[in-house]
């Protein structure tokens, strides 16, 4: 902290704006302490501060769709996913063998030789198409730019594309009126990207008033086993077991016309089940010391 007055946790960059902490507050109590948002993944707080559902891109896994012709498929869903509204976020967990680990920060964290912190989540700002002039061909060449934000305000990617890096011509930063300076918020190449980072968090804005119009339904469910005094089995496993897989829950989706379906299955948080439990403890714990004390 840097005094008395100073929060210790989020922060609004204008010190006379307070809706942030505000915010924060209200999350911790729900989850009962400020020590249980420590941690966790981009996806959970955007689904549990909106409602909506979320999707996570594992940009390293060989079967995903994003990943083929040299990422051209991941580049077409961040410009539709950006026009559309979406909110995301990255994260990177393996830095590269050779990657010098510069700076260790004083609650641990390691920042790298190239100014990137893993396991450490970033804000996906915009992404822009950029078109510079090839002097010895004389033919253009595209370079598709990720704009990033450290939500710490601070601390920044210094490669190619960089703040102050050589490819911005002054021509570039007044055209896209770029200006630098240390606020945690920078730009990089896609090939950078996909190279620094591993996942991306995708919200999909499902009832904005922008875009396309969704229909939703939530059905309440669960895989369990057949109770005494009757129930039927709702845990038929995977498809292995073919004499049982019939009996897990099963839902028919019948559409008059071709249609996009998101299917999206989620559980309670164990935050949530920890305080839960937490709760329940402390109330034995007071219903022991108040027989005790009746006693006496």
């Given at each position: 902290?840097?005094?008395?007055c ?9 010190d ?8 924060e ?11 249980n948002?420590e941690?966790?993944l981009i ?8 409602g909506?559902?979320t999707?996570?891109i594992n940009?390293?896994?060989p079967t ?7 990422y051209?498929?991941l580049?077409?869903f ?19 063998p050779?990657?010098?680990?510069d700076v260790v ?21 915009d992404?822009?198409e ?16 990720v704009?990033?934000r450290?939500?710490?305000?601070k ?5 190619r594309w ?7 011509t002054?021509e570039?930063?007044?055209r ?8 945690g ?9 996909t ?6 968090h ?6 904005d008033d922008?875009?396309e119009?969704w ?20 845990a ?13 829950p ?6 008059t ?12 948080c164990?935050?949530y ?11 034995k ?12």
């Amino acid at each position: 902290g840097g005094g008395p007055c100073t929060l210790l946790f989020a922060s609004c960059l204008d010190d006379r704006e307070f809706w942030v902490p505000l915010v924060e507050k209200a999350y911790a109590k729900l989850h009962g302490t400020y020590a249980n948002l420590e941690g966790g993944l981009i996806s959970h707080g955007l689904r549990d501060l909106t409602g909506e559902a979320t999707e996570v891109i594992n940009l390293k896994s060989p079967t995903s769709p994003y990943v083929k012709n040299n990422y051209a498929g991941l580049w077409d869903f961040l410009l539709k996913a950006m026009k559309e509204g979406f909110l995301m976020g990255c994260a990177g967990h393996c830095p590269a063998p050779d990657m010098k680990r510069d700076v260790v920060l004083p609650n641990g964290d390691v920042m790298m030789s190239n100014g990137l912190m893993y396991d450490h989540a970033y804000g996906i700002l915009d992404v822009q198409e950029v078109f510079t002039s090839n002097p010895f061909h004389g033919t253009k060449q595209k370079h598709c730019l990720v704009r990033l934000r450290n939500p710490w305000g601070k601390g920044e990617w210094n490669g190619r594309w960089g703040d102050g890096a050589k490819e911005w011509t002054p021509e570039l930063i007044e055209r896209f009126g770029v200006s630098f300076g240390n606020d945690g918020t920078f730009f990089m190449c896609l090939e950078d990207f996909t190279a620094n980072f591993d996942i991306i968090h995708v919200l999909r804005l499902l009832t904005d008033d922008i875009g396309e119009k969704w229909d939703k339904f939530l059905f309440r469910g669960e895989w369990g086993i057949a109770k005494e005094g009757g129930g039927k089995m709702r845990a038929g496993g995977c498809q292995n077991y073919a004499d049982t897989y019939l009996d897990n829950p099963q839902f028919c989706i019948r559409t008059t016309q071709p249609t996009l379906v998101l299917v999206y299955l989620a559980q309670p948080c164990q935050r949530y089940a920890a305080r839960k439990r937490e709760r329940e403890e402390g109330n034995k714990r007071k219903k022991r010391m108040l027989q005790v004390q009746g006693r006496g």
